[in-house]
Nanobody, 124 residues
């Protein structure tokens, strides 16, 4: 069982930036996709960005132009840099893992392992 632990959430004013990290225990699969989803109160999970261990990445529509994602396979760490944050970006951000697949799409139903989440609050 892989465990995911997120960190880096917090409060920031609109226009600011935050960096999130997800540290995971050893992944034994030779191919995997790990990424970030977010969920605001009363809404469904929304894809933010993902990366796989073959160097691929995929972004959701909401933050494609305002975020970068990087996966350090040696350090078991996924990082997300978010810039130009808006109040609508406020949500709980979850790290999630999909085994035995590259990041072809970001359907939360395909991700079987989830972290506890980290809160991001953007004030106007």
């Amino acid at each position: 069982q892989v465990h995911l632990v997120e960190s880096g959430g917090g409060s920031v004013q609109a226009g600011g930036a935050l960096s999130l990290s997800c540290v995971h225990t050893r992944i034994r699969s030779t191919m995997y996709c790990i990424g970030w989803f977010r969920r605001a109160p009363g809404k469904e999970h929304e894809a933010v960005a993902s990366a796989d261990n073959y160097g691929g990445s995929r972004f959701g529509d909401s933050m494609e132009d305002r975020s970068t994602i990087s996966l350090d396979v040696a350090l078991n760490t996924l990082s997300l840099q978010m810039n130009s944050l808006k109040p609508d970006d406020s949500a709980t951000y979850y790290c999630a893992l999909r085994l035995d697949s590259l990041c072809y799409k970001m359907d939360p139903a395909d991700f079987g392992t989830w972290g506890q989440g980290t809160q991001v609050t953007v004030s106007s």
